[in-house]
């Protein structure tokens, strides 16, 4: 068995798109690619059926990224929250990730903001989206 590693700066690492290793072994060649995906993500509001119960859980599911290394930031009314989350390792789906960040709240608590929101970090691009309770049935 062999093994091969490659060892780059961060700014080359984000200069590209895609790596590919290429093996030849009596003269049979193998090149495995992998390219960089940007992840994509819902953020789901609380249940009716939850909110009887007096709780709140905001659901953000990421998927389709690659490589399977983010953070996940909430807020509320712009300020970070980290008390009540609960977010997932990375799974591999494919060749690409999945991960699922929880955010349980009072059903008062919620109600009770303007706006909770679902930041996601990836490769050093950052991208946001809000719930309004207000907005939600």
Known sequence: MASSFLS????????QNIFSCQVTHEGNTVEKSQPKATP??????P???ELKTKKATLVCM???????????????DGKPIT???????????????LATSLLTLTEEAWKSKSS???QVT?????????????ECP
């Not at 994509?40 to 509001?45: A, D, H």
């Not at 490589?67 to 807020?75: D, F, I, N």
């Not at 008390?83 to 990730?97: A, C, D, L, M, R």
């Open 8 to 15: 780059l700066t961060a700014d080359q690492w984000r200069s």
């Open 122 to 134: 990836h490769e050093g691009d950052t991208v946001e989206k809000s719930l309004s309770p207000a």
């Open 116 to 118: 909770v929101s679902c």
């Open 62 to 76: 990421i998927k389709d990224f690659y490589p399977g290394v983010l953070t996940v930031t909430w807020k509320a």
């Open 47 to 49: 249940s009716s059926e």
């Open 40 to 45: 994509s993500f819902t953020l789901f509001p």
């Open 83 to 97: 008390q009540g989350v609960e977010t997932s390792q990375p799974s591999k789906q494919g060749n690409k990730y």
